[in-house]
């Protein structure tokens, strides 16, 4: 699992970037770490830790292991492990998860169901 502090995660093991200039319109499937900070239009199915930089912008449904939130997510987020909003991450969705970390600043529009 993706252990991080509470400063910047360890991007030294990122697999996956969509830099900031990047814009996706489509699904992304795949594994490893993946790290976000474009805009992505559609659904994002994850094996593994996905982290959305203060930048990112994701229009559609995420399903990770762990997902690390400093940007915008307009769409549900299902978490095996758990989900960190950052102090500037916003998600406006219903959220399915193990754990559930908000930062002083964070936000969460929608319902939140724990799994065991």
């Known amino acids: 699992m ?3 502090s509470d400063k910047e995660k360890n ?3 990122i697999e996956t970037l969509i830099g900031e200039g990047c814009s996706i319109i489509g699904c992304l499937k795949g594994e490893n770490l993946l790290k976000i900070n474009g805009y ?7 094996q593994d830790d996905i982290i959305l930089g203060s930048s990112a912008q994701c229009m559609g449904d995420i ?8 940007g915008k997510v307009q769409g ?3 978490c095996d492990g758990i989900l960190t909003i950052e ?7 219903d959220i399915s998860i193990k754990n559930i970390v908000i930062k002083e600043g964070g936000s969460l529009e929608g319902k939140c169901s724990i799994t065991k």
């Open 87 to 93: 102090n500037t991450g916003q998600i406006y969705g």
């Open 63 to 70: 399903i990770c292991k762990n997902a690390y939130i400093s």
């Open 40 to 46: 992505l239009e559609g659904n994002i199915i994850w």
């Open 2 to 4: 993706f252990m991080s």
């Open 11 to 13: 991007t030294s093991k």
């Open 76 to 78: 549900n987020v299902t």
